[in-house]
């Protein structure tokens, strides 16, 4: 059973378009982080938001966390190449950050 | 800086051999987690620990021990290989901290293939 639904899958769109990555579950969480993995590394962290209802701005890069707290998205104006990679959502109970639940995460490609 | 440090990189297993993937910290971090990645499924997590001499289960823990002696060490045994233990396999560890300004650090991973 999938705790958090992310979607879509996958997303092939041209540059300078804008996007928006879904993140949606029947459970609360504490707090909802952001990663974005490359192609033979591990995951790195873009953003946590934790307040019902925050938004958080990084660069072109929109994270909202829903104000239950059981959903995030993440939306990207202006999608460049480098923006090509795996998206994860994943979600904290309490502070143990050793114990994440993931989404099966978005396959993001943009094409020049 | 070391970070999270994940040996081997790749690895080939016979089905029914045993063996142990390696993780270590230089954080000093109390939580160490591993996961492991397949496609279309994100990462799911297998055993996770709070700290030295502390393991518990996590979502997908059948087939797989750990033990943590140390702070720095959490190594993932893989008792007896099976095809579907191939797989991407990920080691994290984070501190505990408040909520806002805790993260997961990532070792590379280790490709896992059984035949």
């Known amino acids: 059973t999938q705790l958090l639904e992310q979607s879509p899958q996958f997303l092939s769109i041209q540059e300078g378009e804008n996007l928006t990555v879904y993140c949606n579950s029947s459970s609360v969480f504490s707090s909802l982080q952001w990663y974005r993995q490359e192609p033979g590394e591990g995951p790195v962290l873009l953003v946590t938001v934790v307040t019902g209802g925050e938004v958080k701005k990084l660069k072109r890069l929109t994270f909202q966390f829903g104000d239950a707290r059981k959903d995030s998205s993440l939306h990207i104006t202006a999608a460049q190449p480098g923006d090509t990679g795996l998206y994860l959502c994943?979600?904290?109970?309490?502070?143990?950050?050793?114990?994440?639940?993931f989404g099966q995460g978005t396959i993001l490609t943009v094409h020049p | 800086n070391a970070g999270v440090t994940q040996t081997p990189k790749f690895q080939v297993l016979k089905t029914g051999q045993s063996m142990t993937l390696q993780c270590a910290q230089d954080?000093?971090?109390?939580?160490m987690s591993w996961y492991r990645q397949d496609p279309g499924m994100g990462l799911r997590l297998i055993h996770y620990s709070v700290g030295a001499g502390i393991t518990d289960q996590g979502e997908v823990p059948n087939g797989y021990n750990v033990s943590r002696s140390t702070t720095e060490d959490f190594p993932l045994r893989l008792l007896s290989a099976a095809p579907s233990q191939t797989s991407v396999y990920f080691c994290?560890?984070?501190?505990?901290?408040?909520?806002?300004?805790?993260?997961?650090?990532f070792g590379q991973g280790t490709r896992l293939t059984v035949v």
């Open positions: 954080m000093n971090h109390e939580y």
């Open positions: 994943a979600g904290a109970r309490g502070t143990s950050y050793g114990k994440l639940t």
């Open positions: 994290a560890s984070s501190s505990q901290g408040t909520l806002r300004n805790t993260e997961a650090f």
